[in-house]
C-alpha cells in the first residue's frame, strides 16, 4: 500500500496563515487537506505561481467551504 509523502510546513506559509488569522481554520481541516495544500504549494516552480497558491488556501481558509476550488461542506462557515 502506498503512503502520501509527509510534506512539511514551510516558514513563510506558516506566518502567512498566522497573518491571515487562518491557522485555526488550517489546522481544523483533516490531516489529508493540509498535507496536500503544503504539497501543491511547495510544487510550484515559480515565486509567483507560489503566491498565488498560497493565497488560494488562505483564502479558501476565511470563507470555508471550500477546499481546492471544490465544495467542502465539513468546513462551511454560516
Known sequence: MARRAINPMPPDVEQELRDHAVMADYEARPHYQRNDYLGWIARA????????????????????GLYMKMDHAPSRKD
Open 45 to 64: 516552480k515559480r515565486p509567483e505561481t507560489r503566491a498565488k497558491r498560497i493565497q488560494q488556501m488562505v483564502d479558501e481558509l476565511r470563507v470555508g
